[in-house]
């Protein structure tokens, strides 16, 4: 037994079960540890033992069919539906579960989990920013009332975040009167604001009129390039292709892709991901 | 004309005390009925090891008649729980009973309508479940919800007028008294009369007015 980045600050020392032989080096550079995760709802398994660690830069995509259970593993990962097996570690710290002294394994309670999702930034498809604050309220709300950061501090970072999303002069519209490309530009600055080790993106082009996909993708791009650990679900090909260092194809709540992306699209080993991708090339 | 002359004009004062009986029993009711129905609603919908007695306080209160219960809390709650002691506090209760029945609804509906996506992004950045109500779902639900919160008020001031049975000296209390006195019912009723349709128009033309505004403030369809 080892523990998991001994650098980071874990809450307990209880023994974490790990891929053995790997260096201390890469281990510490693991931001997000996905482990044999499971998840059915009733006698629906939608997954069936995920793992892939996600070291910090990594950009990765997730590309599978509609219904394969990627909205469902985003979701599983920050808790908004817990795993009903398997583990999540975020810098090396248990997310969702606790080992107790004997070993044994209990749910971590609401507001342990509530700060580790602070670290763990989520954009959706339908953007889901909240109509009834101003654009710039939407950015402040969370890092004011759950970071406690002072008013002014806050305003300044939202305005920050507009700026590099190219929307500072919105930033007292509401976000009805946006576009949705602006929304969710919006809605990636709200994340960003909480300053998460990981952004998690779950289709987050897939509303938006195409015309309208270029100026969000142009975003996530540049947050890669900065260096942001980006776990990204999408149907866009080519931002897979070109702005991650790792695609992931799901299949029936499985992996059965995981590599760079020249290999995965260009020489995948599994018939299926063949078959999904010659179906998303028309 | 001469009955006009002699008799309303003579005794607008005794209908502006009415009036303003009426505007003080029906905004003391509303707000106590918000208070108990958000109430009710939030023990119906968060706290499950009472959701029966909440249900069944909802259902009650909505489905006595209005008239039941002002005499119901007029003369049966001194003996049950020595209150009130006024019937301006028997009236003002009663019509509150009946309003947060309805508002409990009302909210119900308007927090259970807020869109699923709003409270997971709210609870993906960290906010506890009490944050996200107050920030999230509250705010959301009284937008939404506006018209039928400003509708049941004005249902409140019609029932209203039933508080002058347990002789609380409202509006149509006093035209009653009137009446009495000068035997001219079709004049002082018409004028009664008049004077909430006044009311109520101009305040439901007001409350939409109001409602729009919010909506179109926030870009948001008009209700
Ligand atoms: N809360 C839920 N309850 C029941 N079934 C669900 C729930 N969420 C997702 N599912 C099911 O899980 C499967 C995978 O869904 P999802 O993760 O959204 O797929 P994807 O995002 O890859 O399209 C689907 O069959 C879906 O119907
Ligand atoms: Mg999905």
Redesign the pocket.
Request: proline share 0%; no cysteine; charged share 25%.
């Given at each position: 037994m080892e523990t998991l980045a001994a650098g980071t600050a874990r809450r307990d020392a209880s023994p974490v079960p790990s891929d053995k032989g790997l260096a201390k080096a890469a281990e510490d550079a693991v931001v997000l540890r996905v482990s044999d995760v499971h998840?059915a709802?009733?006698d629906?398994k939608?997954?069936n033992g995920i793992s892939f660690d996600l070291r910090r830069g990594d950009v990765m995509s997730v590309i599978?069919?509609?219904?394969?259970?990627?909205?469902?593993?985003?979701?599983c990962i920050n808790q908004l539906?817990p795993p009903t097996a398997g583990e999540i570690y975020l810098n090396g710290v248990p997310f969702g579960f606790r080992v107790d002294a004997s070993g044994k394994r209990t749910p971590d309670s609401l507001s342990n989990i509530n700060r580790l999702r602070q670290d763990v930034g989520m954009v959706f498809q339908q953007f889901n920013l909240w109509p009834h604050m101003s654009v710039l309220r939407n950015i402040t709300e969370a890092p004011v009332r759950v970071r406690k950061m002072a008013k002014a501090e806050a305003r300044e970072l939202a305005e920050q975040l507009l700026a590099k999303v190219n929307l500072l002069d919105k930033r007292d519209e509401y976000p009805a009167r946006l576009s949705g490309g602006q929304q969710q530009r919006v809605a990636i600055a709200r994340a960003l604001a909480m300053n998460p080790k990981v952004m998690m993106f779950?289709?987050a082009t897939s509303s938006l009129d195409p015309e309208l996909t270029g100026e969000v993708l142009d975003v996530m791009r540049g947050l890669g390039e900065e260096g942001m650990t980006m776990l990204v679900?999408t149907h866009e090909m080519g931002f897979a292709r070109e702005a991650s260092n790792r695609v992931m194809f799901?299949h029936e709540?499985r992996v059965e892709e995981d590599g760079p992306p020249e290999q995965v699209f260009d020489n995948p080993k599994s018939e299926r991901c063949r078959a999904f991708l010659s179906k998303s090339y028309r | 004309m001469d009955v006009w002359r002699s008799i309303i004009l003579k005794n607008l004062n005794l209908f502006a005390e009415g009036l303003w009986v009426t505007t003080q029993i029906c905004v003391i009711a509303f707000c106590v009925a918000c208070a108990l129905g958000l109430g009710a609603c939030l023990v119906r919908l968060y706290v499950r090891p009472l959701r029966l007695p909440a249900t069944i306080y909802i259902e009650f209160c909505r489905n006595t008649p209005i008239y039941v219960q002002l005499l119901w809390v007029n003369y049966v709650w001194p003996d049950l729980f020595g209150w009130p002691q006024s019937f301006f506090a028997a009236g003002w209760m009663a019509l509150a009973l009946q309003s947060s029945g309805y508002l409990a609804e009302t909210f119900r509906a308007g927090i259970e309508g807020v869109d699923r996506g709003h409270l997971q992004a709210a609870h993906s950045l960290g906010m506890s479940p009490f944050l996200t109500f107050r920030s999230i779902i509250l705010p959301q639900a009284l937008l939404n919800m506006a018209p039928s919160i400003m509708n049941q008020f004005l249902v409140l001031v019609k029932s209203s007028t039933l508080v002058s049975v347990i002789a609380v000296p409202d509006l149509m209390y006093q035209a009653m008294r009137l009446t009495a006195i000068w035997f001219q019912p079709i004049e002082i009723l018409s004028f009664t009369a008049f004077l909430y349709i006044l009311i109520v128009f101009c305040l439901s033309h007001a409350f939409k007015l109001y409602a729009d505004r919010l909506r179109g403030r926030y870009g948001l369809a008009m209700a």
């Open positions: 998840k709802f009733g629906l939608v997954l599978g069919a509609s219904g394969s259970g990627k909205s469902t593993l985003l979701r539906d779950d289709e679900v799901i709540g | -």
